[in-house]
């Protein structure tokens, strides 16, 4: 078994002497950066700023930043020691201090055969690459049963968060690979409207549960999993070895559940990195073994290229560095998320969780405040639904928000006209954004210069999709490794669910000592108000 070793300290990013640099620079050049001169400054602009990696062609011209800008960016990249951060992720270093545990995530989707690189200490994770394969071959010989089998038309995965968002993104994105007849329900909520909505529609006898949850605690999905198990029983229901099974590291108390079909995985996968490992079972029962072994090989060959690939032609760090670049140097606050394709409508849930939850942090590994921000808020909507909502701020609004497109060349359906009129769409608001149209002291003026990426896939498939999500993966690692702070831990979230426990048995007793005035107000009504 590996012992993860003590991660070595890194200098943060506002220590270096390229922050001092890229402070005077932004101040001297890069605040008046106009994309419109920068194109026509460089006829070649589109191509030094793109790339394909992995399926995902990543158009980064309309980017505030050139060449000077982003050497200085690397310098950065360079003195936070960037390499040696990711090397150590690699070796199964303790990246995730806090808890004292290994991030290993990339582990999950390294083949036994066809590596396309090999991390220093791969050697020393023998044991551990025996299991993830154990594991991951039971995975899905159990999920080609669950296919295999039609008498199971409903599987229902209760789980929340990284045990929801991962599985439900994926198999709305995949869901033309799927095999007719069978329907996948995602309940994560503690509110109960959303699991007796989805029960309603239910027969106990050809419905499969998956209890989807790495630590087997957590409120929501206990309180789901038990009204599921008595719905189960009161519906006649018997053999729940055949109708339950759990996903989590927390085998035992899932067999003390009662539940006995297990699927482990392992403290150094973080939750919203787990949908390579047993979390992903709903995504093989959607598109079969073959199609989830694609999916980790698309992610696989990401992790090759952020291994390996030469700083400059970096991927998830030129996204990291553009990010940090906006974020503390610009002073944008958030980054919209538009992906033009409606099996990516969850993305945004998704990437709000691996990015806000891994970065959303106000100390440094240390535990020293950071001087400077951190995760931007990421939030958005499947396009073109998006042009017709908020798309008005985003042309002519106060803030500068930098836009992320995704777009999928290739339609999965044949009905016509659509895909070009979508794929125009994409294509003339990152126009817009960026050259906008002058109307001086008018309402129809816009500003301009807008940032967007725009990231383009051939087809929405396994494999282009792995690429895809590891590809955001690295980059919120390399924010992270950036700005110094602990990108696999969220302490944060902790707190509330304290006090919620606390509050509980307070609304049906009425009991309001300690609490605060206005907590205690709350808590008064509510008592007499709700029910159970
Ligand atoms: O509360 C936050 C969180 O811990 C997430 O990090 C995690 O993905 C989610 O809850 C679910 O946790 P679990 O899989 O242990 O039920």
Not at 159 to 167: E, F, H, T, V, W
Request: proline share 5%.
């Amino acid at each position: 078994m590996h012992t993860p070793a003590p991660l070595p300290d890194f200098p943060r990013c506002d220590e270096v002497p390229a922050w001092a640099a890229l402070r005077a620079h932004f101040d001297a050049a890069g605040r008046s950066f106009d994309l419109r001169q920068a194109f026509a400054a460089d006829p070649r602009r589109f191509e030094a700023f793109s790339q394909e990696v992995a399926g995902v062609f990543a158009d980064l011209s309309r980017h505030l930043l050139d060449a000077p800008t982003e050497a200085l960016l690397l310098d950065l990249a360079r003195q936070c020691r960037l390499p040696e951060q990711r090397d150590a992720m690699f070796r199964g270093d303790q990246v995730n201090l806090t808890e004292q545990r290994a991030v290993m995530h990339w582990l999950l989707r390294y083949p036994t055969e066809g590596a396309q690189w090999a991390p220093e200490g791969i050697d020393g994770l023998d044991s551990e690459r025996r299991e993830v394969t154990q594991t991951l071959d039971a995975m899905l010989a159990y999920a080609e049963r669950v296919r295999a089998d039609a008498d199971i038309t409903d599987v229902v995965n209760i789980g929340i968060g990284g045990s929801d968002l991962g599985p439900q993104m994926a198999t709305l994105a995949l869901g033309h690979l799927a095999a007719p007849g069978r329907r996948l329900h995602f309940v994560s909520n503690v509110d109960g409207h959303e699991l007796a909505s989805v029960l309603r529609g239910l027969d106990a006898r050809r419905t499969l549960f998956l209890i989807a949850s790495k630590t087997f605690t957590t409120l929501e999905t206990m309180t789901n999993a038990r009204s599921a198990r008595d719905w189960f029983l009161a519906q006649g229901g018997t053999d729940t070895a055949r109708h339950f099974a759990a996903l989590t590291t927390n085998v035992a108390a899932a067999r003390e559940f009662g539940i006995s079909t297990t699927f482990g995985f392992w403290d150094w996968v973080g939750g919203r990195y787990s949908m390579w490992s047993a979390i992903g079972l709903p995504i093989a029962i959607a598109i079969g073994a073959a199609g989830f072994r694609q999916l980790l090989a698309g992610a696989h060959a990401m992790d090759a290229h952020f291994a390996t690939a030469p700083l400059a032609r970096n991927l998830p760090l030129r996204l990291a560095l553009s990010d940090l670049w906006y974020r503390n140097f610009h002073g944008f606050t958030s980054r919209s998320l538009a992906p033009y394709h409606f099996g990516l409508r969850r993305l945004p849930a998704y990437l709000q969780q691996l990015e806000m939850e891994s970065n959303g942090k106000r100390v440094d590994r240390a535990g020293r405040p950071l001087p400077c921000a951190t995760s931007p808020v990421l939030w958005g909507e499947p396009g073109t639904n998006g042009q017709h909502a908020f798309f008005q701020m985003l042309h002519q609004g106060t803030d500068v928000i930098p836009v992320e497109f995704v777009a999928v060349a290739e339609a999965a359906h044949a009905l016509p006209g659509h895909q070009h009129a979508l794929l125009a769409n994409v294509l003339a608001q990152a126009q817009a954004l960026m050259q906008g149209q002058a109307d001086p002291g008018g309402h129809r003026d816009f500003p301009g210069n807008r940032p967007s990426t725009v990231l383009l896939l051939k087809r929405l498939e396994p494999a282009s999709l792995g690429a895809l999500i590891a590809l955001q993966e690295h980059r919120v690692f390399c924010s992270g490794a950036l700005w110094g702070i602990n990108s696999f831990d969220q302490w944060g979230v902790e707190l509330g669910k304290v006090l919620a426990k606390d509050i509980a048995p307070r609304l049906s007793s009425g009991d309001v000592t300690g609490l605060d005035p206005a907590t205690a107000g709350l808590v008064a009504r509510l008592a007499r108000q709700s029910g159970s």
